[in-house]
Protein backbone atom coordinates (compact mmCIF):
# COMPACT_ATOMS: atom_id res chain seq x y z
CA UNK A 1 0.00 0.00 0.00
CA UNK A 2 2.75 2.39 0.51
CA UNK A 3 4.61 1.49 -2.16
CA UNK A 4 1.47 2.26 -4.30
CA UNK A 5 0.93 5.43 -2.38
CA UNK A 6 5.03 6.41 -3.37
CA UNK A 7 3.87 5.69 -7.13
CA UNK A 8 0.92 7.78 -7.21
CA UNK A 9 2.80 10.61 -5.57
CA UNK A 10 5.42 10.59 -7.62
CA UNK A 11 3.59 10.64 -10.96
CA UNK A 12 1.23 13.33 -9.09
CA UNK A 13 4.52 15.59 -8.76
CA UNK A 14 5.66 14.46 -12.56
CA UNK A 15 2.50 16.02 -14.06
CA UNK A 16 2.25 19.22 -11.88
CA UNK A 17 5.68 20.32 -12.89
CA UNK A 18 4.93 19.30 -16.78
CA UNK A 19 1.47 21.26 -16.72
CA UNK A 20 1.54 24.00 -18.97
CA UNK A 21 -0.23 27.05 -17.47
CA UNK A 22 -0.75 30.46 -18.66
CA UNK A 23 -1.53 33.53 -16.44
CA UNK A 24 -4.01 34.77 -19.38
CA UNK A 25 -4.95 32.22 -21.90
CA UNK A 26 -6.19 32.49 -25.38
CA UNK A 27 -9.52 30.71 -25.35
CA UNK A 28 -10.64 32.78 -28.70
CA UNK A 29 -10.16 30.82 -32.32
CA UNK A 30 -7.83 32.48 -35.01
CA UNK A 31 -9.79 34.80 -36.89
CA UNK A 32 -8.96 37.20 -40.21
CA UNK A 33 -11.00 40.50 -40.28
CA UNK A 34 -11.16 41.81 -44.18
CA UNK A 35 -12.28 45.34 -45.21
CA UNK A 36 -13.14 46.60 -48.44
CA UNK A 37 -14.41 50.07 -49.07
CA UNK A 38 -15.99 51.16 -52.02
CA UNK A 39 -16.82 54.86 -51.84
CA UNK A 40 -20.77 56.67 -53.13
CA UNK A 41 -21.70 53.01 -53.59
CA UNK A 42 -25.13 51.59 -51.99
CA UNK A 43 -25.24 48.88 -49.58
CA UNK A 44 -26.70 46.62 -52.48
CA UNK A 45 -24.31 47.74 -55.06
CA UNK A 46 -21.48 47.08 -51.99
CA UNK A 47 -23.03 43.16 -51.48
CA UNK A 48 -23.18 42.61 -55.09
CA UNK A 49 -20.08 44.00 -56.38
CA UNK A 50 -17.58 43.40 -53.84
CA UNK A 51 -18.77 41.12 -50.51
CA UNK A 52 -20.14 38.43 -52.98
CA UNK A 53 -17.18 37.72 -54.97
CA UNK A 54 -15.26 37.95 -51.85
CA UNK A 55 -17.11 35.48 -50.42
CA UNK A 56 -17.32 33.38 -53.36
CA UNK A 57 -13.30 33.01 -53.21
CA UNK A 58 -12.92 32.81 -49.70
CA UNK A 59 -15.08 29.61 -49.89
CA UNK A 60 -12.78 27.33 -50.43
CA UNK A 61 -9.77 28.65 -47.70
CA UNK A 62 -8.92 25.25 -45.78
CA UNK A 63 -9.79 24.62 -41.95
CA UNK A 64 -12.87 27.37 -41.83
CA UNK A 65 -15.31 27.29 -39.41
CA UNK A 66 -17.54 30.00 -40.15
CA UNK A 67 -17.65 33.20 -42.78
CA UNK A 68 -19.29 36.16 -41.99
CA UNK A 69 -20.17 39.63 -44.04
CA UNK A 70 -21.59 42.44 -43.41
CA UNK A 71 -22.35 45.29 -46.17
CA UNK A 72 -23.29 48.84 -45.42
CA UNK A 73 -23.04 51.79 -47.14
CA UNK A 74 -19.65 52.52 -48.90
CA UNK A 75 -18.23 49.09 -46.80
CA UNK A 76 -18.03 45.23 -47.06
CA UNK A 77 -16.95 43.14 -44.03
CA UNK A 78 -15.82 39.71 -44.15
CA UNK A 79 -15.03 37.76 -40.98
CA UNK A 80 -13.36 34.27 -41.37
CA UNK A 81 -13.45 32.09 -38.28
CA UNK A 82 -11.14 29.14 -38.22
CA UNK A 83 -11.02 25.55 -36.25
CA UNK A 84 -9.31 26.22 -32.59
CA UNK A 85 -5.58 24.45 -34.26
CA UNK A 86 -5.12 26.76 -37.28
CA UNK A 87 -2.14 29.49 -36.01
CA UNK A 88 -2.19 33.02 -37.25
CA UNK A 89 0.43 32.65 -40.08
CA UNK A 90 -1.07 29.96 -41.96
CA UNK A 91 -4.82 31.50 -41.90
CA UNK A 92 -3.14 34.92 -43.11
CA UNK A 93 -1.58 32.89 -45.67
CA UNK A 94 -4.63 31.13 -46.80
CA UNK A 95 -6.80 34.30 -46.94
CA UNK A 96 -4.27 35.98 -49.09
CA UNK A 97 -3.46 33.73 -51.68
CA UNK A 98 -6.97 33.48 -52.44
CA UNK A 99 -8.05 37.33 -51.74
CA UNK A 100 -5.88 38.45 -54.94
CA UNK A 101 -8.43 35.76 -57.01
CA UNK A 102 -11.26 37.91 -56.31
CA UNK A 103 -13.09 39.79 -58.96
CA UNK A 104 -13.33 42.96 -57.99
CA UNK A 105 -14.40 46.53 -59.71
CA UNK A 106 -11.42 49.09 -60.44
CA UNK A 107 -10.33 51.29 -56.94
CA UNK A 108 -11.27 48.54 -54.45
CA UNK A 109 -8.20 47.13 -52.53
CA UNK A 110 -9.88 44.49 -49.81
CA UNK A 111 -7.75 45.00 -46.94
CA UNK A 112 -6.53 41.95 -44.25
CA UNK A 113 -6.81 43.78 -40.55
CA UNK A 114 -3.63 43.37 -38.35
CA UNK A 115 -4.25 40.47 -35.48
Sequence with gaps: MFFMTAILVVI???????TPIETFPDVTNTQIIIIAQW???????VEKM???????????????ANLRTTSSFGLSYVRIIFDDDVDDAFARQQVLSRLGNADLPDGVKPEVEPP
Design 12 to 18: GIWSYSN
Design 39 to 45: PGRSAEE
Design 50 to 64: VTIPMETVLNSVQKK
